[in-house]
């Protein structure tokens, strides 16, 4: 089967530092995405990883371990516009470029 | 500026009365996808299309039918709307293995 497992809801404080984990089993693996969403708006793109290792992009890291499964994002200097939901996604390919998505982790930032 | 519209964003009918979700990119991209969005079921994909005039079922189907006469539009059509439609609807598009830019959401509520 296909299974995506994040945590459903992270709160922390502005300022400080979040690691969203992202823990997946696919039939297949061609790198793994995450995307920010707001409420009642579109996700967006923030990271694709498809080495091992640490991607580092401003103040967002992902990074990815394929033996074992597992993916975190790492947010830091946290800011209240992170407030948001962080969404998790197996691009398992194949000729549909079939994505498998995770249930999103909702993320509240408190000052 | 790259981007993916749909419309209408917002939509109020009743059921048994045909509509359609229209979606259009200007990137020139091949792969178009329409999902709904749903509070604890996450983002499921309905159809899919690599192409022009190649469209694909995804995991959600049912009471769906999509077109893609050409490469920038590819509207989604629920010929009998049923109130268990009532969702947010995205639109996306992406190159072969790039990430996916969203439409801005079509929010549907079927009475």
């Known amino acids: 089967g296909q299974n995506i497992d994040q945590p459903t809801e992270m709160t922390a404080t502005e300022g400080a530092i979040v690691q969203i984990n992202c823990t997946y089993q696919?039939?297949?693996?061609?790198?793994l995405f995450w995307y920010q969403q707001h409420a009642g708006e579109a996700p967006t793109f923030l990271s694709y990883?498809?080495l091992d290792g640490l991607e580092e992009k401003g103040r967002f890291s992902s990074f990815l371990s394929r033996s074992k499964g597992y993916s975190y994002l790492l947010l830091k200097e946290l800011q209240m516009k992170d407030s948001a939901s962080y969404l998790c996604?197996?691009?398992?390919?194949?000729?549909?470029?079939?994505?498998?998505w995770g249930l999103g982790t909702s993320l509240a930032v408190n000052p | 500026e790259a981007q993916v519209t749909q419309n209408p964003r917002y939509l109020i009918t009743v059921t048994g009365k045909k509509l359609t979700v229209t979606c259009s990119q200007n990137?020139?991209?091949?792969?178009m996808s329409w999902y709904r969005q749903d509070p604890g079921l996450g983002l499921r994909q309905i159809y899919y299309?690599?192409?022009?005039?190649?469209?694909d079922k995804g995991d959600v189907p049912e009471g769906y039918k999509v077109s893609r006469k050409e490469k920038r539009n590819f509207p989604l059509i629920l010929e009998s709307p049923s109130p268990n439609q009532t969702s947010l609807y995205f639109c996306?598009?992406?190159?072969?293995?790039?990430?996916?830019?969203f439409g801005p959401g079509t929010r549907l509520t079927v009475l």
């Open positions: 996306a598009s992406s190159r072969r293995k790039d990430e996916q830019f």
């Open positions: 299309s690599m192409n022009v005039e190649v469209t």
């Open positions: 990883n498809v």
């Open positions: 696919t039939s297949g693996f061609n790198g």
């Open positions: 990137m020139n991209h091949e792969y």
């Open positions: 996604a197996v691009f398992v390919g194949g000729n549909n470029r079939k994505l498998i």
